[in-house]
């Protein structure tokens, strides 16, 4: 079975910094692209990073290009998202999902809350 | 970055109406479109990849169509289980994007 387990939020103060992680188990994470997707309290989806499944590329929303950094475990089968220069704007629900066959997979974590706040 | 938009926003609906949503992206993404749905308090649950590939487990009243940059999403006859927020995505290219959801509620 299919499990993706996020990790790593919290609340955190404006210009700081945190790493999420996502533990995944169930299929041949190496083989696979893996997302992290946000929703803001009360608004919809938006797409943040992606990374290929030899973690050789990465790709990030503008809104986060710069700040967050996408990278991966394959040994550990563990994807992580280390966002810095976090603002208030970036509080949102973080999920991690997965790619199959090119188009994203029905694969999502549980998500993990970001708060940044004073 | 493409943009992708849809429409309505929101409306009411009731049980057994036959539904439609539209989405439409900024700039041809061939057949690279994606719906979810998405329950208050729930990671989203996709429905539809490739723009009218059924994932596996949904139920046949839905379905996608379209292609380039004009996209629907049709539910056939409304149960109750699917009032709940809609969003399409576009992954014919990073970043990908989505549109900013339709709700769809009890009329």
């Known amino acids: 079975e299919v499990q993706l387990l996020e990790s790593g939020g919290g609340l955190v103060q404006p210009g700081g910094s945190l790493r999420l992680s996502c533990a995944a188990s169930?299929?041949?994470?190496?083989?696979?692209?893996m997302s992290w997707v946000r929703q803001a309290p009360g608004k919809g989806l938006e797409w943040v990073s992606a990374?290929?499944?030899?973690?050789?590329?990465?790709y990030y929303a503008d809104s986060v290009k710069g700040r967050f950094s996408i990278s991966r475990d394959n040994s550990e089968n563990t994807l992580y998202l280390q966002m810095n220069s976090l603002r208030a704007e970036d509080t949102a629900v973080y999920y991690c999902?997965?790619?199959?066959?090119?188009?994203?997979?029905?694969?999502w974590g549980q998500g993990t809350l970001v708060t940044v706040s004073s | 970055a493409i943009r992708m938009t849809q429409s309505p926003s929101s409306f009411s609906a009731s049980t057994g109406d036959r539904v439609t949503i539209t989405c439409r992206a900024s700039?041809?993404?061939?057949?690279?479109l994606a719906w979810y749905q998405q329950k208050p308090g729930k990671a989203p649950k996709l429905l539809i990849y490739?723009?009218?590939t059924l994932q596996s487990g949904v139920p046949s009243r839905f379905s996608g169509s379209g292609s380039g940059t004009d996209f629907t999403l049709t539910i056939s006859c409304l149960q109750s289980e699917d009032f709940a927020t809609y969003y399409c995505?576009?992954?014919?290219?990073?970043?990908?994007?989505f549109g900013p959801g339709t709700k769809v509620d009890v009329k």
């Open positions: 999902t997965k790619h199959v066959d090119g188009h994203p997979d029905d694969y």
């Open positions: 169930g299929f041949a994470f190496s083989s696979y692209a």
């Open positions: 990374i290929s499944g030899s973690g050789g590329s990465t």
């Open positions: 700039q041809a993404i061939s057949s690279y």
């Open positions: 490739a723009a009218s």
């Open positions: 995505q576009q992954y014919y290219s990073y970043p990908f994007t």
